[in-house]
């Protein structure tokens, strides 16, 4: 079922309504930036991706070619080669149905997933790569949450979709991206047109990213790490290729999606947002980061370069992230993001820097 563009705007208007609107100006106002020309107009009769993959009759191809690579897991790059479908287990820990935590509005994300009704976000309980410093660690070191099927993955879709949510935000996907599609489709023949949210650690293969090409709309990886050494040390994958294979991964999505594109509300729909976390002692390499991408992607791209680093699990054993990070280690983030180009940078992020500027200016 496609969506034309008339489709879209009676289901943004149902689905955010009066507060929709209302809150275009202030998202506007507090994004910082206002939306490029281009945003207000992406090509909304392609909109959802997957809808136009349907009507080629692509996307059940997709499905099958997603669980065959399960029968000897290559689906992310510690290719374990585990048959997944026959009851066998690798590193992330998953079987063959996936595995849910929760899910619900969420309000926490950035803003242009948010909008006024929030971010349709599930939780995909294990992980790929396992950071010591993982802030959701009883759900993807530990594994909470509940085997589902296919068509309840569907039904958790369109459930968040009648709650009004913005987009589908499949959190820690890359493990179950096969229950993923055939859920889509699923949900899709029941009336599905929200865009799909890929919310991913980077630890990815560029094969499989090119398996989703014409399925997600909007791309968000981390981009953790610039040095293998660093990556190596933290996270259980012990994963020293995490920046090659996550920066090749993060390349194929900005060539399908492209940078991002907003509806006139401020509202997602299409494009790449990056994430970077500032780590204490410059462990992240957010140095390099912001040149990478300025070089790599486009000046352009939305960078959320955050600032929330916290203690937990197992980082209080690590000498070099046994701490929060400083004021000054996230100033210096910014203006080297500032310094490199890059335009669009997270608008909480701006104002937790001019805040904290503000702090510094005042002692
Ligand atoms: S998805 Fe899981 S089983 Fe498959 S290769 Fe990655 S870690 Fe191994």
Not at 62 to 79: F, H
Not at 127 to 153: M, T, W
Not at 185 to 191: I, N, P
Request: glycine share 8%; aromatic share 8%.
């Amino acid at each position: 079922m496609a969506m034309n563009r008339r489709g879209f705007i009676k289901n943004t208007t149902l689905a955010g309504g009066a507060g929709l609107l209302g809150l275009s100006g202030l998202t506007l106002m507090l994004n910082g930036c206002a939306p490029k020309e281009e945003e207000q107009d992406v090509g909304l009769e392609n909109f959802p991706a997957y809808a136009r993959l349907e009507e080629k009759g692509e996307l059940t191809k997709r499905i099958e070619q997603a669980y065959a690579v399960m029968e000897a897991c290559s689906l992310c790059p510690r290719q374990c080669g585990v048959n997944r479908r026959k009851g066998e287990i690798g590193f992330c820990q998953s079987p063959e149905k996936a595995m849910v935590f929760s899910y619900n509005p969420h309000y926490g994300e950035e803003r242009p997933l948010v909008g006024s009704n929030g971010s349709g976000t599930i939780f995909f309980s294990n992980c790929n790569l396992r950071c010591v410093f993982c802030q959701n660690y009883p759900i993807a070191h530990e594994g909470k949450g509940h085997e589902i099927s296919d068509e309840k993955l569907a039904e958790i879709m369109l459930n968040l979709q009648d709650r009004g949510c913005h987009n589908i935000n499949l959190v820690t996907p890359t493990h179950v991206m096969p229950n993923i599609l055939n859920a889509t489709r699923l949900a899709l023949q029941k009336g599905l047109t929200l865009p799909l949210c890929y919310n991913t650690s980077g630890y990815e293969s560029v094969e499989k990213i090119s398996l989703l090409d014409g399925i997600i709309d909007i791309y968000l990886p981390d981009l953790k790490f610039m040095e293998g050494e660093e990556a190596e040390r933290y996270n259980e994958a012990e994963a020293f290729d995490y920046p090659e294979m996550a920066q090749e991964a993060i390349i194929e999505m900005h060539r399908q999606a492209g940078d991002l594109s907003t509806d006139k509300h401020g509202v997602a729909l299409r494009g790449l947002m990056v994430r970077h976390l500032v780590m204490p002692n410059r462990v992240a390499g957010t140095r390099e980061f912001v040149k990478w991408v300025a070089g790599n992607l486009s000046p352009d791209t939305y960078v959320n370069i955050m600032a929330q680093y916290r203690v937990e699990h197992k980082a209080f054993e690590y000498e070099h992230i046994n701490r929060a990070i400083t004021p000054e280690e996230f100033i210096e983030a910014i203006e080297w993001a500032k310094e490199e180009g890059l335009t669009n940078l997270d608008g909480r992020s701006l104002e937790q820097y001019e805040r904290l500027r503000h702090q510094l200016n005042q002692r």
